[in-house]
């Protein structure tokens, strides 16, 4: 199966302004994680992007996906690139 790389970015202050939608954001992620689509996602440590691994069919599941996220709809997450990934190691 394809894998897939999602670098993207943080508003400002999103540690503040993710509170009442990060409980949906994180049961999205479980739900993922547990269907074997999501194989890693998290914060870089200045909280300024986002890094996340995907096992999916299409780049286009993915998209769906990050947009279908409640931090992309509420403006969490400001931007993203997706990249399909050679995994060598």
Not at 31 to 55: C, H, M, R, S, W
Not at 76 to 87: K, L, P, R, V
């Amino acid at each position: 199966m394809p894998k897939f790389v999602m670098w993207g970015s943080y508003c400002e202050n999103a540690l503040e302004k993710r509170t009442p939608y990060r409980e949906a954001h994180l049961k999205g992620l479980t739900d993922q994680k547990a269907q074997g689509i999501l194989t890693t996602l998290g914060p870089t440590t200045d909280n300024t992007k986002v890094f996340g691994t995907y096992e999916a069919d299409s780049k286009e599941t993915v998209r769906q996906l990050v947009e279908g996220d409640p931090y992309w709809q509420n403006g969490i997450w400001t931007e993203y690139a997706i990249y399909e990934w050679n995994q060598v190691f």
